[in-house]
């Protein structure tokens, strides 16, 4: 099993930046691939970037590119996912997500708990 536990969320102003961290701790040796999804109230859940660990090859949403960064410290077994200007409409819970199999298709297998992210206008 592998344990997911987010950190670094809170109230930011329009504009402004957050930085988003996402701990794996288990079998940390299975991940293929780390993600970071997002949901609104209301709303379905949105893919916001992603990462292969071992390469670290990346793949964004439409509505973050150019404003969100995702990297990762493999000898911390950290994930983080760095988000400038950012918008009123960022506001949502970020779920961080790890998968197994390769390729960007298939299900994610695990996930943290979520982190809270309020961006006011």
């Known amino acids: 099993q592998v344990q997911l536990v987010e950190s670094g969320g809170g109230l930011v102003q329009a504009g402004g930046s957050l930085r988003l961290s996402c701990a794996a701790s288990g079998r940390t040796f299975s991940i293929y691939r780390m993600g970071w999804f997002r949901q609104a109230p209301g709303k379905e859940r949105e893919f916001v970037a992603a990462i292969v660990l071992s390469l670290g090859s990346t793949d964004y949403g439409d509505s973050v590119k150019g404003r969100f960064t995702i990297s990762r410290d493999n000898a911390k077994n950290t994930v983080y996912l760095q988000m400038n200007s950012l918008k009123p409409e960022d506001t949502a819970v970020y779920f961080c997500?790890?998968?197994?199999?390769?390729?960007?298709?298939?299900?994610?297998?695990?996930w943290g708990q979520g982190a809270q992210v309020t961006v006011s206008s």
């Open positions: 997500a790890a998968k197994n199999s390769p390729g960007r298709a298939g299900p994610y297998n695990f």
